[in-house]
């Protein structure tokens, strides 16, 4: 087996043999500056927004931070949460010509008619609600000690030993 070591071998260098014409190369260096011009505008953006933020956030501050935190839960939770707040989940033509569930439409809805309080707890409601994913196939596990939910149970003083007492009691007399 031979390895071509020679640095300036025209086929084996990894260099390319094509050479953009001096047009190609401003029209790259416009796109890139145009590029580097946009990121770094957001971030000034960004870090003026920051230093003006005030201590007690105005409501579409809040509302906007819950609909994004929303939208990056996924699907699954999109549907926890739904049932959680038992929102209707009325599903409609998607972009895609299919119906489905469109849960941003629904929470965005929910969210713009929450007053501050209710507001701030389903902010707490959308950092739990991942807690809720039981796995099928390991019926024995428990909700793990060190989980958001678990923490915010025992912070509040709810004894989740109890409730799951009541929750067997309340499945087993009915079968």
Not at 13 to 33: C, I, N, V, W
Not at 71 to 80: E, I, K, M, P, S
Not at 125 to 134: G, I, K, R
Request: proline letters at 5%; one cysteine or more.
């Amino acid at each position: 087996m031979h390895v071509c070591r020679e640095e300036k071998c025209p086929v084996h260098a990894g260099e390319t043999r094509y050479q953009p014409t001096p047009q190609e190369r401003a029209a790259r260096s416009k796109k890139l500056l145009a590029e580097r011009v946009e990121k770094l505008t957001r971030v000034r953006i960004l870090d003026a927004v920051r230093k003006k933020l005030p201590a007690t956030f105005a409501h579409p501050d809040v509302e906007m931070a819950a609909l994004d935190y929303f939208r990056r839960l996924g699907h699954d939770n999109h549907r926890r949460l739904c049932r959680v707040y038992q929102w209707e989940e009325k599903k409609t033509k998607s972009s895609w010509g299919s119906l489905a569930v469109d849960y941003e439409a629904i929470a965005g809805r929910a969210v713009r008619a929450m007053n501050p309080q209710d507001l701030q707890r389903f902010l707490v409601v959308c950092s739990l609600v991942s807690d809720l994913y039981c796995p099928s196939f390991d019926s024995n596990q428990k909700l793990p000690k060190d989980s958001n939910l678990a923490q915010t149970a025992a912070r509040y003083k709810i004894d989740s030993s109890k409730l799951a007492a009541t929750v067997r009691e309340e499945l087993t007399s009915r079968a």
